[in-house]
Every structure is written in structure tokens, then in C-alpha cells.
């Protein structure tokens, strides 16, 4: 067999590997093109008031301090505090590529939330009076691009060690149960919490997959 039927058979593989996270990375970038021009011409989805006042209609004092709590628990502060403490672990686990890592795929989503947040200038939902009233521009989510980015990219960074399923369900209970406390205190749409997460996704899966070009899996 001629060398370069050799690498075409090698590269086959490679490529294929490549393929479904690339189209899945230009799907939820579509999505949420999609979804900001959805917002900036009709103000939204047809089901975020609806879903709104659905939600508002359990409230109780009791679950409004929970919530609070909660939504607070997803704020970008402790989302960059987590950040940075997760980083200096692996840090400390010699693995300094994946803390860099970790750090570009949360203040990169992060700060691309900021810019869209201030491009699109979407006013507050303003249905009831909040136990944690916002008064900043609406959509994205940050709470939603922040826990988003984190818990993907830590599920990414400990899928082959035995961290991953506490990990793996850890996030995915913090990514929904604070995108839930920003509906019930009425601070975002259900759009808004959609929008923080899509391009936190896309984008975390962008760094993955630079990280899989430039390191080995490690193991713990």
C-alpha cells in the first residue's frame, strides 16, 4: 500500500471524529442566531410571558428565599471564584493547560454574553415585583452563560478521570436549577436563560476542541 493511501486511511477516522462536533458547534451557533434575531424583532419567544406567570403562580415566601439563595449561588462572582479555585486544583494536578483552558472557556463566554447583553439591549421582564429585582440589559443570561461554560467545560476536562459523573450531574443540576431561579424571580425569560446557554456551549466546545489538538487524555 502507497503512503499516501496509508494516511488517507489514517485520516479518514481523524476526520470523521471531527465531523460531529464540528456540526454540532455550527448548530448551536445557528440556534442562537436564530433566537437574537427572534428577539430583537418579535422581543422574544411566544411562550416567555406564558411560561412567566405559570411559574409565578407557585410562588411562596419560603421558595423566594430559596430562590434567591440560589440564583445568588450562579452569580458571576462565585462562577469566576469557582473558576479560579477549580483551575488552581488542577493547577496543583500538574495539568496547568487544562486550568488555562478552564479559565478562556468561562471568561470567554462570559465576556461574550457582556457583548450581546449590550448589543441587543433588551429591557427586564416587569410582570410582579422581584425579591431580587435586575435592572441591567436582559438578554443573555449571564447567570446561565457563567454556569453554563463552567460546569461544560469542568464535565470535558474530568470525562476520563473519576470525576466525571459527580461532575457530569453536579453542573447539570447547578446549570438548571439556577436558570430556574432567574424565571421565578422574574428577571429573565425563558429566552434569556436559552440564549446565556447556547453560545456558552458552542463556545466551550470550540476550547475542547482545541485542548484535543494540543494535549494527550490525562488521567487521575
Not at 430562590?67 to 469557582?82: D, E, F, N, Q
Not at 482545541?210 to 494535549?215: C, G, V
Request: aromatic content about 12%; glycine content about 8%.
Amino acid at each position: 500500500m502507497s503512503s499516501a493511501n496509508v494516511n488517507q486511511v489514517a485520516s479518514g477516522p481523524a476526520n470523521r471524529k471531527w465531523l460531529l462536533p464540528t456540526v454540532g458547534v455550527l448548530l448551536l451557533c445557528y440556534g442562537f442566531g436564530l433566537l437574537v434575531e427572534t428577539v430583537w424583532n418579535r422581543n422574544g419567544l411566544n411562550c416567555d410571558i406564558p411560561t412567566l406567570n405559570f411559574i409565578h403562580q407557585f410562588a411562596t415566601p419560603v421558595l423566594d428565599t430559596l430562590m434567591v439563595l440560589v440564583t445568588r449561588a450562579g452569580s458571576v462572582k462565585i462562577v469566576l471564584l469557582l473558576t479560579v479555585l477549580s483551575a488552581c486544583a488542577l493547577a496543583f494536578k500538574r495539568r496547568r493547560r487544562d486550568a488555562a483552558i478552564l479559565f478562556v472557556a468561562v471568561a470567554g463566554a462570559l465576556a461574550w454574553g457582556w457583548f450581546f447583553k449590550n448589543a441587543v439591549h433588551r429591557v427586564r421582564p416587569h410582570l410582579w415585583l422581584s425579591p431580587a429585582p435586575e435592572y441591567d440589559f436582559s438578554f443573555p443570561s449571564g447567570h446561565s452563560t457563567g454556569t453554563m461554560s463552567l460546569s461544560v467545560a469542568l464535565v470535558i476536562i474530568t470525562w476520563r478521570t473519576r470525576w466525571r459523573w459527580p461532575v457530569l450531574f453536579g453542573g447539570a443540576f447547578y446549570v438548571i436549577a439556577v436558570g430556574f431561579s432567574r424565571l421565578y424571580l422574574g428577571v429573565h425569560y425563558p429566552s434569556d436563560v436559552l440564549g446565556g446557554w447556547l453560545p456558552a456551549l458552542a463556545w466551550v466546545a470550540g476550547i475542547s476542541g482545541i485542548r484535543r489538538l494540543t494535549m494527550e487524555p490525562p488521567g487521575w
